[in-house]
């Protein structure tokens, strides 16, 4: 009879360990390059909220708001080495888990978000599935917004024109770092994104003069006040997703994963709504106090050619693999 009880006991703590629930408790910790107090941590601070509610006090989610664990390469970093378990990024983060992923940045090839949104629905099975090879794990969706070049001193109406003036491409970029090769400026300069303000800022010899940015992050990241002029041409636009590393994810009990996965997915959504109409706004408002930069139609053809040279030379120097590049570009027409 004792050996009947122990052999019990035993299964059913098994079984109690087997089907482990949230309301174990567990914290898990996110980056990100946005201040708390942004549009961005706003709907992260609801993320969290969301999350704990649901899951009765079982799952925490822990942020490090405005950069606190370094950039997004030192982010994705901290993420491989379990440091951090996940965060929110754009496709400069999402790029250093699987470098093709920029195909759904390639410039001139979305010129509205319903044009992104078609493409991101037709290859979504794809990029979950290539992330999830890389170990990690995408739970949602966010945009950046819709880039616009804007310069101090002189308006940027040519590709050529950037030449002339002091640009530079965030560190870990390669699509941006492709465009200023492809335009032909000299050693393009790489800067992280704590140190562009700085660099905006400096009115010294060679300092940076021309961002190439969506107007949500120009204004909250106070990189505006810095120019004056605006392109109504859209120059690019910015993805962004969600992402924890897949086997701290797989780890976690079966209610917490499915909280974390309703839950990220929503807020994937309300971030596309709510980011959309805020990058909108600030687009408007910049217009309001900048010199606003209207392009003729000889001069936007200028810039299709070179934005095609080069989605072009993104491909057949393999930042964007074969089979992705042409995925993307037959899901656009």
Same mark, same amino acid.
């Given at each position: 009879m004792f050996r009947k009880l122990f052999v019990l006991v035993a299964v059913l703590a098994a079984t109690l360990g087997a089907a482990r629930t949230a309301s174990a408790g567990e914290e898990v910790k996110l980056g990100t390059l946005a201040p708390a107090d942004s549009a961005w941590g706003k709907v992260f601070k609801a993320w969290s909220k969301a999350v704990e509610e649901e899951s009765n006090g079982g799952v925490k989610l822990t942020w490090y708001f405005n950069g606190t664990q370094g950039d997004e390469i030192a982010m994705v970093g901290k993420m491989r080495s379990k440091q951090i378990d996940g965060g929110a990024f754009t496709a400069t983060g999402l790029s250093q888990i699987y470098p093709h992923i920029i195909a759904l940045q390639m410039p001139g090839l979305f010129p509205n978000w319903a044009k992104l949104d078609a493409v991101r629905e037709k290859t979504r099975g794809r990029f979950e599935k290539d992330f999830e090879a890389?170990?990690? $794990?995408? !739970?949602?969706?966010?945009?950046? /917004?819709?880039?616009?070049?804007?310069? $101090?001193?002189?308006?940027?109406?040519?590709?050529?024109?950037?030449?002339?003036?002091?640009? +530079?491409?965030?560190?870990?970029?390669?699509?941006?770092? @492709?465009?200023?090769?492809?335009? /032909?400026?000299?050693?393009?300069?790489? &800067?992280?994104?704590?140190?562009? *303000?700085?660099?905006?800022?400096?009115?010294?010899?060679?300092?940076?003069?021309?961002? =190439?940015?969506?107007?949500?992050?120009?204004?909250? !990241?106070?990189? /505006?006040?810095?120019?004056?002029?605006?392109?109504?041409?859209?120059?690019?636009?910015?993805?962004?997703? *969600?992402?924890? =590393?897949?086997?701290?994810?797989?780890?976690?009990?079966?209610?917490?994963?499915?909280?974390?996965? $309703?839950?990220? @997915? =929503?807020?994937?959504? *309300?971030?596309?709504?709510?980011?959309?109409?805020?990058?909108?706004?600030? +687009? =408007?408002? &910049?217009?309001?106090?900048?010199?606003?930069?209207? *392009?003729?139609?000889?001069? @936007?053809?200028?810039?299709?050619?070179?934005?095609?040279?080069? $989605?072009?030379?993104?491909?057949?120097? /393999?930042?964007?693999?074969?089979?992705? +590049?042409?995925?993307?570009?037959a899901a656009a027409q």
């Amino acid at each position: 009879m004792f050996r009947k009880l122990f052999v019990l006991v035993a299964v059913l703590a098994a079984t109690l360990g087997a089907a482990r629930t949230a309301s174990a408790g567990e914290e898990v910790k996110l980056g990100t390059l946005a201040p708390a107090d942004s549009a961005w941590g706003k709907v992260f601070k609801a993320w969290s909220k969301a999350v704990e509610e649901e899951s009765n006090g079982g799952v925490k989610l822990t942020w490090y708001f405005n950069g606190t664990q370094g950039d997004e390469i030192a982010m994705v970093g901290k993420m491989r080495s379990k440091q951090i378990d996940g965060g929110a990024f754009t496709a400069t983060g999402l790029s250093q888990i699987y470098p093709h992923i920029i195909a759904l940045q390639m410039p001139g090839l979305f010129p509205n978000w319903a044009k992104l949104d078609a493409v991101r629905e037709k290859t979504r099975g794809r990029f979950e599935k290539d992330f999830e090879a890389q170990g990690f $794990r995408i !739970l949602g969706t966010g945009d950046v /917004g819709i880039a616009h070049i804007m310069s $101090r001193g002189a308006p940027v109406r040519s590709p050529d024109d950037l030449k002339k003036m002091h640009p +530079f491409y965030i560190a870990g970029d390669s699509l941006g770092q @492709k465009v200023l090769e492809t335009v /032909g400026v000299a050693s393009p300069r790489a &800067l992280g994104v704590p140190a562009i *303000l700085p660099a905006l800022s400096s009115r010294s010899e060679g300092a940076v003069d021309v961002i =190439n940015s969506p107007s949500i992050a120009a204004e909250q !990241l106070q990189w /505006g006040p810095h120019v004056d002029h605006i392109n109504t041409m859209p120059s690019g636009i910015g993805i962004g997703a *969600l992402v924890m =590393n897949k086997e701290r994810f797989d780890k976690l009990p079966a209610d917490a994963k499915a909280v974390l996965e $309703r839950t990220g @997915k =929503n807020t994937g959504q *309300l971030l596309t709504q709510r980011i959309r109409g805020i990058d909108e706004a600030a +687009f =408007n408002r &910049l217009k309001a106090n900048k010199t606003v930069v209207e *392009l003729n139609d000889q001069e @936007k053809a200028v810039w299709a050619e070179t934005f095609k040279k080069v $989605r072009n030379a993104l491909k057949a120097e /393999g930042k964007i693999k074969a089979e992705v +590049f042409d995925e993307v570009i037959a899901a656009a027409q």
